[in-house]
């Protein structure tokens, strides 16, 4: 394995910031184990020196050797218990907490937590929010979505004959090999299936698979047959900095009051406004409810989080993750609407939408495998790429080696974990 360093502030960020607990010791650098490719993370290891007199009692002294309790609060952040004391360790990707190993140093006075990246389909990690708004000082913060300024971005014009050729394409690649290796199969991943009701608005709201282009959209449960959500797409357009596209749109949440307020413009909308349904799967509408406040905070521009604020006052984005319960706080919903008066059938919606920018969702490559060129692969030992063909080890079938030399030099290393 390959160790690599990353620094990161997690010292200072737990004395600034009141929600992250420095009761035990000082939490210093992350270190990076990557797979036997040198290509994806496999695990970050985090270590506390214990400083707390008390602590230390508790975990080196004679009969004490306490073993810290572990439990992840957030994709990022893992606690660790001692006794009466918390520590909080901030990791710089997401972690999946229930695969946690410790490394206890009861003379140095130390304790090393292990844990291995998250996926999507462990059941902690990213998967307790994969796309989180962060409050940080009042001030509101996407964490796994860049901004974007949707006033400065180009329009797309949906008329131009070769569109299909690189938008179809580019929303397909967003998947990972893991995740069309399961959608082939059939199998149940959450965010497979947000992708891929992505892939649905963009290939309808541009029209590239022929017949008529679609501006309205509503996310149906598939197990309950409940309409939750719908998006008024205004414009597509380039997102010239991420080399992406964006919709420019609008949510509305379907929640019982405002179906109730406008039961005969909504049931008009329905009928005449060519609203196309895309089935949402196991686990999908949750994702749903946490992926729009990063949609719709990643475009705000004119308006501000006021005193008033739901985020604030609940102390948790979102509001919601419950069917036909609206996520978002208010102080967005009917700002920034000019698109909702260009459709006669939208204008009555346009003070209860929020404007949003939906993006696809890119798998990324240190978590994921993306596609790999055979040709691309390289030395474990010397790193370079071996010519006419690398070889592989016959013991694991996993590492590969241009040379019996360079194979020969890391069999020590890798002897241990050559397994088939």
């Known amino acids: 394995m390959v160790f690599c360093h990353i620094r990161y502030p997690s010292e200072s960020l737990a004395r600034k910031e009141p929600g992250v607990l420095s009761q035990i010791g000082e939490s210093g650098a992350a270190s990076v184990e990557l797979d036997e490719q040198c290509e994806l993370i496999t695990s970050l290891t985090a270590r506390v020196s214990i400083t707390n007199e ?8 004679a009969g004490g050797k306490v073993v810290p309790q572990i439990m992840q609060l957030s994709p990022c952040i893992m606690r660790v218990a ?11 990707f997401p972690v999946a907490g229930s695969g946690h190993r410790l490394r206890l140093a009861r003379k140095s006075r130390y304790i090393e ?45 949906v008329k131009v004959r070769n569109i299909k050729e690189w938008l179809i394409p580019h929303v397909a690649f967003t998947m990972s090999a ?43 449960d598939k197990k309950t047959n409940n309409c939750d959500t719908c998006i008024f797409v205004d414009e597509l357009r380039y997102d010239l900095a991420a080399h992406t596209l964006i919709c420019d749109g609008y949510i509305l949440p379907l929640t019982a009051r405002i179906i109730m307020e406008n039961e005969k413009p909504f049931a008009k909308l329905v009928h005449q406004g060519k609203m196309s349904y895309i089935d949402v799967l196991e ?45 978002l706080c208010s102080c967005g919903r009917g700002k920034d609407v000019e698109g909702m008066h260009k459709v006669e059938l939208w204008k009555t919606f346009a003070p209860y939408v929020t404007r949003i920018a939906i993006s696809p969702l890119f798998a990324v490559s ?55």
Request: glycine share 6%; with cysteine.
């Open 178 to 220: 893991r995740e069309l290796s399961l959608r082939k199969k059939h199998q149940v991943d959450t965010l497979m299936f947000v992708k891929d009701t992505l892939q649905s608005i963009f290939v309808g709201a541009s029209g590239v698979q022929g017949g008529s282009v679609h501006r309205l959209f509503a996310l149906r």
């Open 113 to 157: 937590v292990v844990v291995p990246t998250s996926r999507s389909l462990m059941p902690d990690g990213m998967k307790l929010n994969p796309f989180p708004v962060i409050n940080s000082k009042g001030l509101l913060h996407t964490w796994s979505i860049h901004r974007v300024n949707l006033f400065a971005l180009p329009v797309l014009d």
């Open 366 to 420: 240190y978590l994921e495998t993306v596609g790999r060129d055979p040709d691309a692969h390289k030395c474990r030992s010397c790193r370079r790429k071996a010519k006419p063909k690398i070889k592989v080890c016959a013991g694991c079938q996993k590492v590969r080696y241009c040379s019996s030399e360079c194979q020969k030099k890391d069999w020590k290393a890798h002897k241990p974990k050559c397994k088939p």
């Open 54 to 61: 008390d602590s230390a009692r508790l975990f080196s002294e």
């Open 82 to 92: 001692l006794g009466d004391q918390t520590q909080d360790i901030v990791y710089p």
């Open 283 to 327: 686990g999908e509408m949750q994702a749903w409810k946490q992926l729009l406040p990063a949609f719709v905070e990643r475009c705000r521009s004119s308006w501000t989080h006021g005193a008033n604020c739901e985020y604030i006052a609940q102390g948790r984005i979102p509001l919601t993750e419950d069917m036909e319960a609206d996520p």
